[in-house]
């Protein structure tokens, strides 16, 4: 998100004009994009506001409408705002806790939460019979709000064992809770009704209602702008526009009875039931008159046209009689629509038979999600097991190499046994470093903390640097590196430490499994729009069963290295996970006995 910028109410008083930025999220009826265009009762609000401050004050007001990607990132950024000219717009309910890190403008609609639940829950009577009912169904609610907060308050009080799913907003609410069974959470009153307006099967419990004090628009603490919020919800005349703009978006049953919930209290909770009820019954019965009407055209269109086919049979009659070739063609019609029902019949048949399938996968399927979610868990943990034994292997590792040097510079001189000796703990202890940090590499990648910096580079001088490192290797098997570079010039973009071990891995995998006296040939040339680096070797090639496991980790295939090399399985995982994530693709042709070919792509731009 690019930097926030709101001029204090003060400099736009004395310069006459200035800017101020609106972060907001998708919340209809609210705020919310029409096509292209940002439409919502908060919204009409706020340009009324930038209207009074033109028309009140003569002051010219820029606003940029900054759209956030959930609702506790505007809450997070007004919070942390430096800048005074900063406002959040995502019908945020005025709480105390909220009151501690950010200034509210006067509420503009009163804030009423409802709970409700999908249609095949029944309605709980009273709150043990809810604990009861509820206490194996899921619940699915808005991180970070009021909604959440009442949630965790009912789950800590009745229903300790309750799942919770998240979703962005409202509407994902009613969607969720509608379409599928088992469902309950907060929502709105209005945003209830007007899911009620719309056909929505739901239902609301009794029990459980919050009130609190009125959505509204929040800023910064710090912020000097309370003065003319204060001013311009004070004015008569804007409480009647912003009146006129709810009952707009929100129909004349939700928004009469948002209002009437000014005067509800707990005392009278019955009338206040009574009210909502009401509101229940005039839309259920809207929706039923509607339904009737239309049958009642329906029944209409109906008899309009059994009276036009009345007219026509006489007519038809007469041409049956006088055309008996047409008498057979019908006669042919009727066997077709009689095995066209035999096959319709059949295909009922299948359908449901596909219906039953379609539950059972559904059933699978969740089952899967369990053991996937389990599998996931497992993982996370073996990744952090394996770095926290890396990471602590480490140091002791590199306190042995350093022990072995400075026995190699020490006064007192070697014998030969001794050099060779130490020699040999440097190179495992080399070995096992570097096996260390192929583990660290990987489990990093795994969990997103490699940082890929792509940057335009010549790919024939980073090919010939890394060959050119790599020559002392394969002369100490007596194996020829070819280079056989045909893209010559060409720039990838590319991170060039990350291509450098993933050139250095192919290679040298190719030297580890080729014998002596043979020959590794690497191969560059433009390829659709984007340059094909081949490593081909002759050594021992690799079976197609073996194939779909070669860039497992820790991974150990049946081919073994002609010079006792050691492999941790993970050289070639990483080279996959670098060359994706840098945009590129790898793919391995192999023949047993014949060797195998590396081939790795690069976009160009």
């Given at each position: 998100m690019p930097k926030l910028k709101g001029d204090s109410w003060k400099e736009i008083n004395k310069k006459g004009s200035g800017e101020i930025t609106v972060l907001w999220f998708d919340i209809e009826p609210y705020i919310y994009l029409d096509g292209s265009q940002i439409d919502g009762i908060e919204y009409q609000i706020f340009q009324r506001f930038i209207a009074f401050l033109e028309k009140e004050y003569q002051l010219k007001v820029k606003v940029n409408w900054q759209k956030s990607s959930s609702f506790a990132q505007v809450l997070e950024l007004i919070k942390n705002s430096k800048e005074p000219g900063i406002f959040g717009?995502?019908?945020?309910?005025?709480?105390?806790?909220?009151?501690?890190?950010?200034?509210?403008?006067?509420?503009?609609?009163?804030d009423l939460s409802v709970?409700?639940?999908?249609?095949?829950?029944?309605?709980?009577?009273?709150?043990?019979?809810?604990?009861?009912?509820?206490?194996?169904?899921?619940?699915?609610?808005?991180?970070?709000?009021?909604?959440?907060?009442?949630?965790?308050?009912?789950?800590?009080?009745?229903?300790?064992?309750?799942?919770?799913?998240?979703?962005?907003?409202?509407?994902?609410?009613?969607?969720?809770?509608?379409?599928?069974?088992?469902?309950?959470?907060?929502?709105?009153?209005?945003?209830?009704?007007?899911?009620?307006?719309?056909?929505?099967?739901?239902?609301?419990?009794?029990?459980?209602?919050i009130k609190r004090?009125?959505?509204?628009?929040?800023?910064?603490?710090?912020?000097?702008?309370?003065?003319?919020?204060?001013?311009?919800?004070?004015?008569?005349?804007?409480?009647?526009?912003?009146?006129?703009?709810?009952?707009e978006y929100l129909g004349q049953n939700a928004s009469e009875l948002?209002?009437?919930?000014?005067?509800?209290?707990?005392?009278?909770?019955?009338?206040?039931?009574?009210?909502?009820?009401?509101?229940?019954?005039?839309?259920?019965?809207?929706?039923?008159?509607?339904?009737?009407?239309?049958?009642?055209?329906?029944?209409?269109?109906?008899?309009?046209?059994?009276?036009?086919?009345?007219?026509?049979?006489p007519l038809v009659f007469f041409l049956y009689r006088s055309n008996y070739q047409r008498k057979r063609t019908n006669e042919m019609l009727l066997k077709r629509r009689e095995e066209n029902d035999r096959i319709n019949k059949t295909l009922l048949e299948k359908f449901d038979e596909i219906e039953k399938q379609r539950e059972d996968i559904r059933l699978k399927n969740l089952e899967l999600e369990g053991k996937n979610g389990e599998l996931t868990n497992l993982n996370h943990e073996?990744?952090?097991?394996?770095?926290?034994l890396a990471h602590d292997l480490r140091n002791p590792i590199s306190q042995i190499i350093g022990l072995v040097h400075i026995l190699e510079r020490s006064e007192t001189p070697l014998n030969e046994d001794q050099a060779a000796l130490v020699q040999k703990i440097d190179q495992s202890a080399q070995r096992l470093i570097s096996m260390l940090n192929k583990i660290l590499d990987v489990e990093a990648l795994e969990a997103k903390g490699s940082s890929i910096q792509l940057q335009k580079s010549n790919s024939q001088e980073l090919l010939t640097e890394i060959i050119d490192g790599m020559e002392p290797l394969a002369l100490e098997k007596r194996i020829t590196l070819v280079r056989d570079f045909q893209a010559k010039d060409l720039c990838i973009y590319v991170d060039p430490t990350f291509f450098r071990q993933v050139i250095e891995n192919v290679v040298s995998n190719a030297l580890k499994y080729s014998p002596s006296e043979s020959q590794v040939i690497i191969r560059s040339e433009e390829w659709h729009k984007k340059l094909a680096i081949t490593v081909q070797d002759y050594g021992q090639g690799i079976s197609?069963?073996?194939?779909?496991?070669?860039?497992?980790?820790?991974?150990?295939?049946?081919?073994?290295?002609?010079?006792?090399?050691?492999?941790?399985?993970?050289?070639?995982?990483?080279?996959?996970?670098?060359?994706?994530?840098m945009n590129g693709h790898v793919e391995v042709r192999s023949e047993v006995g014949k060797g195998s070919s590396f081939i790795l792509t690069f976009p160009l731009k």
């Open positions: 717009i995502s019908s945020f309910s005025i709480t105390d806790e909220r009151q501690q890190y950010v200034n509210f403008s006067p509420s503009y609609i009163p709970l409700i639940s999908s249609e095949n829950i029944p309605i709980a009577q009273n709150a043990s019979e809810f604990a009861k009912i509820f206490k194996d169904k899921k619940a699915v609610t808005i991180p970070n709000t009021t909604f959440e907060s009442d949630l965790l308050k009912l789950k800590s009080k009745l229903l300790p064992d309750i799942t919770i799913d998240y979703v962005a907003n409202d509407n994902f609410i009613i969607d969720r809770i509608s379409s599928e069974k088992d469902y309950f959470g907060y929502c709105s009153l209005p945003i209830y009704i007007l899911a009620l307006q719309d056909g929505y099967e739901l239902k609301r419990q009794n029990y459980f209602q004090e009125g959505y509204s628009f929040i800023y910064p603490q710090k912020s000097d702008w309370s003065l003319p919020l204060e001013d311009f919800f004070s004015r008569k005349e804007n409480k009647q526009q912003i009146n006129a703009i709810i009952k948002i209002w009437e919930t000014l005067s509800w209290d707990s005392v009278y909770y019955r009338e206040n039931e009574i009210n909502i009820l009401t509101r229940e019954k005039e839309i259920q019965h809207n929706q039923l008159m509607e339904s009737s009407i239309r049958t009642e055209r329906q029944n209409i269109i109906l008899i309009a046209v059994m009276l036009v086919l009345a007219l026509l049979l073996k990744n952090e097991l394996i770095g926290i197609p069963e073996e194939l779909n496991k070669l860039f497992t980790k820790y991974q150990q295939l049946s081919s073994k290295p002609t010079g006792d090399e050691k492999s941790t399985g993970l050289g070639l995982a990483i080279v996959k996970k670098y060359v994706e994530a």
